[in-house]
């Protein structure tokens, strides 16, 4: 029997770790291919100090009876809506519920009268008042803060992500250059783009109240973080 030799095309496809692709056409010429691409993945991170702050805060009611509770309210709404806004805050919600309060025991669970929660919401561009306006707030009669929610405005966000974006693009070329290069090759044009931007829980913070002690609430918020990912394709040369 005379063997006969077999035309073989294969594709050698080399994966490289850290979120890189790379594969070559072996045409079985000294040429490259036209068609060879490279394709990158890359992240960036971009921090801003927060331009925006949100209080929140709500006056509490304990009674026998829904009324009663809505009737022992520490404050009233109005008042601690009008102490915000004296401060320069924007109040963005006002809410009101009413619900049955329980008490665990052995014997199980017992009904043992009803809570009545009035929340309030604030915003700010003036990030270093938050510790004001809280003070306002219990001034007014609230008597438990929800907390304070640091976060960008629009505007500040956007060009947080595009230099993250830009930033990305930029370590995604950098990444393409030297896979290219561990096989003598060059990268050329994009050929596809995709982006994505993970984003991050805007930054919360605790208020440290001492207005018992005579003193005034502290906050210090951290920075708000920006993420951007890109994948991207090049041609090589």
Do not use: K
Not at 198 to 209: C, K
Not at 212 to 225: F, K, R
């Amino acid at each position: 029997m005379v063997s006969r030799p077999l035309a073989i095309a294969g594709v050698l496809a080399l994966l490289v770790a850290g979120g890189v692709g790379f594969a070559l056409a072996d045409t079985g010429t000294a040429a490259p291919s036209t068609n060879s691409t490279v394709s990158v993945n890359a992240d960036a991170t971009v921090e801003r100090a927060p331009d925006r702050a949100t209080v929140t805060v709500a006056a509490v009611g304990r009674g026998e009876t829904a009324e009663a509770a809505r009737n022992n309210l520490s404050g009233d709404a109005d008042a601690i809506t009008s102490a915000l806004e004296d401060e320069g805050a924007d109040v963005t919600s006002s809410r009101f519920q009413i619900r049955p309060e329980y008490e665990e025991s052995r014997e199980g669970r017992e009904q043992v009268g009803y809570v009545a929660i009035h929340t309030v919401e604030a915003e700010t561009s003036d990030v270093g008042t938050a510790g004001t306006l809280i003070d306002a707030a219990v001034d007014a009669g609230a008597d438990r803060v929800e907390g304070v929610r640091y976060s960008l405005s629009e505007e500040t966000r956007q060009n947080a992500r595009e230099e993250a974006l830009t930033t990305a693009m930029d370590n995604a070329r950098t990444d393409a250059e030297v896979v290219a290069a561990a096989e003598d090759r060059a990268i050329g044009d994009a050929v596809t783009i995709q982006t994505s931007n993970h984003g991050r829980p805007v930054v919360y913070e605790a208020a440290a109240y001492a207005g018992d002690a005579g003193g005034q609430t502290s906050i210090e918020p951290g920075e708000v973080t920006v993420d951007a990912s890109v994948s991207v394709t090049y041609e090589l040369a």
